[in-house]
């Protein structure tokens, strides 16, 4: 009952909204128009900052440094659910309503062009930040059709973690570049006895986001591509067909535990820890957690493999946007100033591990002393492929997650469930 | 709460004709005076009724002949209107997604089935325990509703842990089952899970009808050489009839609403489980409310129509009750008290 009256009431609002658009569009239709930099960022007073749950305990510090320093200017923090979706919704919610609750918001890369295409976000003059000296794949998961709607805060990208010990037990020197130099690794090392029921490889294959992820990855680390640079699917290819065909046949094979179709980020990292896997591909984040396991010191980061070579990665991370519907924008504007700094994106990674957007903290002779994952980390940054940037990103998720699951617990041949994608993603591109 | 009291009345007027239909007239006649006042009275119920049920399903209803905003390809921006479609958001749920549409129809409907059947069958065995006398007994009937007491979403947390692929379920059957993946085992898991929180609803509601069934009935029938199963068929069951019904009333009504428990525990967009909540709000959650508003109206519908199909059964069984034995007369009057109770409940 509750949610079908919440559900209703969003509809309502969303449709008052819409009614009262219809007659102010009648007055001044060039607002519509939505010229890049055309928003005046003015008042100063206090605002809020709207992420999801602050896991680590780093947020609300620094936006104490910050109130410190700006009495009037106050920031309050507005924490959501850790669950991404939740975010979204909420958000979203926001938006429709036109409430002015929340004004900076901390969004998902993959948000960008959904908030950017509803007007939700304000466009950011990009000349006010440090952009340049930013990674450019993260820099260019705040853009929508060129225009800058969001900065970088923190970026992130796939990493293939090791067994150090057991390789060279096995007598490899090297981490694999490739997806076969990877199973002819595992092959040597499920001969030593403490390895025998062991698997070699697992990433996140539970339908949710974490299959996107995966997905795109192993097509692109095979030269295919999911979407191209204007969104448009072209994934029914021969590479794509290889890229999907390793994640099945390393299933048929058993390179991949069957139970790896349930994995989530925390699953894997815990069968990792547990010695159950050889290989595995997840976040920066198991890094520090899987220190303080019973495997600390016996496994190490290399970039994804791929096919003929070092494979891509899926870009995560977050950025930093303004709601349109918000007050005191240019006191937001300074606060996202400070809180997208250089300075500020070194406290998170030293307090929190969240990868920086800056490129000169990779390089950093200290930093990377203390987080031996960073040149890794940039070179999976580097060669990233961010997910598709379409504005109908939930539709698009979720034909990838429906057609790659069919295929990887082979209710559908790779060939069939390309071929289908590529029709709904086309279908799903002209419903636009 | 409206539609459970209705039907009976306007159902006893036609079937029953003869004794009750003027009683009915006389007594209609007698209220035209304190009419006003009784309107005056329920008033306040029926605008707050408006207010919250009337007003956001007539939205819905509106919401749903309008399309979703759409992209306007030269600026790349969402235009600020809904475009009105008529009827198109029905035509497409039914023709171009019809398969998914119908896939949701058949689960939420199988869920629906199984589930009430095993809780009320759970349900009337826990209910039948917790009104024995025995010692401990306060702490069965505490344990047994404690699973009532947790949160879907956590309970739906709860069983994802259980049926992890190294879960406790798997450890205790042996074999490793993927509970969470598609297929006819994520429907079970859904199901064992909806019924170990509910089965304690039904079994909470028919322990308050037992608790009325005067005790002279069984003693007279066990003076009579009644065994046990005839005592049970013959005056537990007809007796706690009435309130075993409207607790299976609204647990259908539940079930056939069913989101978190299947989203939260197998997951989104997983065809085996996926139930027609979670497809509207797979649409509201893409921002098309139009769809979404679609998918809620016709969820809406079947609930209606299948609640009707419970009230018609009640009603029916009202009229039977009247000039039967003395028996069936006490079970007539322990259904307002148990109506009351479900309507404190739901």
């Not at chain 2, 009275?41 to 819905?60: E, F, G, K, N, R």
Request: charged share 20%.
């Amino acid at each position: 009952m509750k949610t079908r009256i919440t559900r209703a009431c969003q509809c309502s609002a969303a449709f008052a909204a819409a009614g009262l658009l219809l007659s102010a569009c009648g007055s001044s239709g060039a607002d519509g128009s939505g010229q890049t930099g055309a928003t005046s960022f003015e008042g100063r007073g206090p605002i809020t900052f709207v992420s999801g749950k602050d896991t680590t305990g780093t947020r609300q510090p620094l936006i104490d440094r910050w109130n410190k320093e700006h009495p009037k200017e106050k920031v309050t923090l507005i924490q959501l659910p850790s669950d991404a979706d939740t975010q979204r919704q909420q958000m979203i919610q926001n938006a429709e309503t036109k409430s002015d609750a929340y004004t900076v918001l901390y969004l998902d890369v993959v948000w960008t062009s959904e908030f950017a295409a509803h007007r939700w976000i304000d466009p950011l003059p990009g000349k006010q930040f440090p952009l340049d000296r930013m990674l450019k794949p993260v820099l260019e998961t705040a853009k929508y059709r060129d225009g800058l709607y969001a900065v970088p805060s923190s970026s992130d990208g796939g990493m293939l973690y090791y067994r150090t010990d057991l390789l060279k037990k096995a007598g490899i020197t090297q981490p694999p570049g490739t997806w076969a130099e990877m199973k002819s690794a595992c092959a040597e090392v499920k001969k030593l006895p403490d390895a025998k029921d062991m698997s070699c490889y697992a990433g996140q294959f539970q339908k949710y986001e974490g299959l996107t992820v995966n997905f795109s990855e192993a097509v692109n680390s095979a030269g295919g591509t999911v979407t191209d640079g204007s969104g448009k699917p072209d994934v029914d290819t021969a590479d794509a067909k290889k890229g999907l065909d390793f994640l099945v046949d390393s299933f048929k094979d058993g390179t991949i535990p069957k139970e790896a179709i349930t994995y989530q980020e925390e699953e894997s990292r815990q069968a990792f820890q547990a010695g159950k896997l050889i290989f595995l591909r997840n976040w920066p984040y198991v890094y520090s957690l899987a220190g303080k396991s019973e495997i600390a010191g016996k496994f190490a980061v290399a970039p994804l493999p791929g096919l003929d070579g070092p494979g891509s990665s899926s870009l995560g991370g977050h950025n930093l946007a303004l709601s349109s519907f918000a007050k005191n924008k240019a006191t937001a504007l300074d606060f996202m100033k400070f809180y997208t700094s250089e300075e500020t994106s070194r406290y998170f990674l030293k307090e929190a591990a969240l990868a920086p957007a800056y490129a000169a903290f990779y390089d950093d002779k200290a930093l990377v002393e203390q987080y031996p994952y960073l040149p890794v980390l940039k070179e999976s940054i580097l060669r990233a492929v961010p997910r598709p940037r379409v504005v109908q990103y939930g539709d698009v998720t979720a034909s990838l997650q429906q057609e790659a699951y069919a295929a990887l617990t082979g209710s559908k041949s790779s060939a069939q469930a390309l071929k289908d994608l590529q029709k709904d993603l086309q279908q799903k591109s002209a419903a636009q | 709460m409206a539609v459970t009291k209705t039907p009976p009345e306007t159902g006893a007027g036609r079937a029953a004709g003869g004794d009750r239909g003027p009683v009915n007239r006389r007594r209609a006649r007698a209220t035209a005076g304190s009419g006003r006042m009784a309107a005056l009275l329920v008033s306040p119920t029926l605008v707050v009724l408006a207010i919250v049920v009337l007003y956001p399903t007539l939205m819905a209803l509106n919401g749903s002949l309008y399309g979703a905003k759409g992209l306007d390809p030269k600026t790349g921006f969402i235009r600020d209107t809904e475009p009105f479609v008529g009827l198109q958001n029905y035509a497409d749920i039914l023709g171009q997604a019809g398969e998914r549409f119908w896939n949701a129809f058949w689960n939420t409907t199988f869920f629906t089935v199984v589930t009430v059947g095993l809780e009320t069958l759970i349900g009337v065995g826990m209910a039948l325990i917790m009104h024995e006398a025995f010692r401990g007994r306060g702490l069965v009937r505490a344990g047994i509703l404690v699973p009532w007491a947790v949160p879907t979403a956590i309970s739906g947390l709860l069983w994802r842990w259980i049926f992890n692929s190294d879960g406790i379920a798997n450890a205790l059957i042996g074999q490793q089952i993927l509970w969470t993946t598609e297929g006819f085992q994520a429907k079970v898991a859904v199901i064992v899970a909806e019924v170990w929180k509910t089965a304690p609803f039904i079994g909470l509601l028919v322990l308050a009808g037992l608790q009325v069934i005067p005790k002279e009935v069984y003693e007279a029938a066990r003076i009579d050489g009644a065994s046990a199963a005839r005592r049970f068929w013959h005056i537990t069951l007809p007796l706690v009839k009435p309130a075993l019904l409207v607790a299976m009333l609204f647990r259908c009504m539940d079930a056939l609403r069913m989101f978190d428990l299947p989203y939260i525990l197998v997951g989104a967009q997983k065809h085996s489980v996926e139930t027609l909540s979670m497809l509207a709000h797979h649409e509201a959650s893409n921002v098309r409310f139009g769809p979404a508003s679609a998918y809620a109206v016709l969820l809406f519908l079947y609930v209606f129509l299948i609640a009707l199909a419970f009230v018609r059964l009640l009603g029916a069984d009202l009229i039977g009750d009247v000039g039967a034995d003395t028996h069936k007369r006490k079970g007539r009057r322990l259904r307002i008290p148990a109506l009351r109770r479900a309507e404190v409940t739901s």
